[in-house]
């Protein structure tokens, strides 16, 4: 049960489930593992560009394209920008859900000497239908400015750790893919082969039931697409 909300990591007594960048926001096609976009680091957001309404129109498309996703976090790469952002509605192990955006992140973990990793299973939207087991920290904090540029520091454990570095993750061209053995790597991509058509028709049909078609075909990224743990 969830027992609060964080906005921009500061507490407010209530927020509604469909958050309000995501009401003002279009559904966008949610790119796939393989894509070059993917593959590479996303640039620093400028500072000529915060601030504008290009930025907060691709924010709140985010936000939207997240929510039909069904997922907890979504990196701008997802949606084919390049950009150092990424947007989350993510619960903690506490039941606190979180919801914000960041932009150029920089992510803080503990000290290898005080750290605790936790393998727990993990998804991607841009790898649809698949989850996999994968070991993050319990605790992470993401440094960085919100759209207009003013100073955010967003904490996190448990659940909500694991979406932030899952993430930043993506802002540096990985997928969670990259962090697997060759022979889980297979498996995942094999999952992903055998659910996405699934996941693609769902994504699809929620986006209808919204009066919002998804934007230049199926919609993914990291996201809550088999039994277990939600992915990011």
Same mark, same amino acid.
């Given at each position: 049960?969830?027992?609060?909300?964080?906005? +921009?990591?500061? =507490?407010?007594? &209530?927020?509604?489930?469909?958050?309000?960048?995501?009401?003002?926001? &279009?559904?966008?096609?949610?790119?796939?593992?393989?894509?070059?976009? /993917?593959?590479?680091?996303?640039?620093?957001?400028?500072? @000529?560009?915060?601030?504008?309404?290009?930025?907060?129109?691709?924010? !709140?498309?985010? #936000?939207?394209?997240?929510h %039909? @996703?069904?997922?907890?976090?979504?990196a @701008?790469? +997802?949606?084919?920008v390049?950009?150092r952002? #990424? *947007?989350? !509605?993510?619960?903690?192990?506490?039941?606190?859900?979180?919801?914000?955006?960041i932009?150029? =992140?920089v992510? !803080?973990?503990?000290?290898?000497g &005080?750290?605790?990793?936790?393998?727990? *299973?993990?998804?991607?939207?841009s790898?649809p239908?698949?989850?996999?087991? *994968?070991?993050?920290?319990?605790r992470? %904090?993401?440094?960085?400015?919100d759209?207009?540029?003013?100073?955010?520091?967003?904490?996190?454990?448990?659940?909500?750790?694991?979406? /932030? +570095?899952?993430e930043?993750?993506?802002?540096? $061209?990985?997928?969670?893919?990259?962090? /697997?053995?060759?022979?889980?790597?297979? !498996?995942?991509?094999r +999952?992903?082969?055998d659910?996405?058509?699934?996941? #693609?028709?769902?994504?699809?049909v929620?986006?209808?039931? /919204?009066?919002? =078609?998804?934007?230049? $075909?199926?919609? $993914?990224?990291? $996201?809550?697409? @088999?039994?277990?743990?939600?992915?990011?």
């Amino acid at each position: 049960m969830t027992v609060g909300v964080r906005v +921009q990591g500061r =507490p407010v007594d &209530s927020y509604p489930a469909l958050p309000p960048e995501a009401e003002r926001g &279009s559904v966008r096609r949610v790119t796939v593992v393989g894509e070059e976009v /993917l593959g590479r680091p996303c640039r620093e957001v400028t500072a @000529a560009e915060l601030g504008t309404a290009e930025l907060s129109a691709l924010i !709140d498309d985010m #936000f939207l394209t997240m929510h %039909v @996703a069904d997922g907890a976090g979504l990196a @701008a790469n +997802q949606v084919g920008v390049g950009l150092r952002l #990424f *947007v989350y !509605d993510c619960p903690d192990d506490r039941g606190i859900r979180h919801v914000g955006h960041i932009v150029n =992140p920089v992510l !803080d973990q503990p000290d290898p000497g &005080s750290r605790r990793l936790v393998d727990d *299973v993990e998804g991607c939207l841009s790898v649809p239908g698949a989850v996999m087991g *994968v070991p993050r920290t319990d605790r992470a %904090v993401a440094r960085g400015v919100d759209k207009d540029g003013n100073p955010l520091v967003i904490e996190g454990t448990g659940y909500f750790a694991r979406c /932030l +570095q899952h993430e930043s993750d993506h802002l540096v $061209g990985h997928t969670y893919l990259d962090r /697997l053995s060759m022979r889980d790597r297979k !498996d995942a991509l094999r +999952q992903m082969a055998d659910r996405c058509a699934e996941v #693609f028709a769902r994504r699809e049909v929620k986006a209808a039931g /919204l009066g919002r =078609p998804a934007g230049g $075909g199926e919609t $993914g990224g990291p $996201g809550r697409n @088999a039994p277990g743990p939600p992915g990011r």
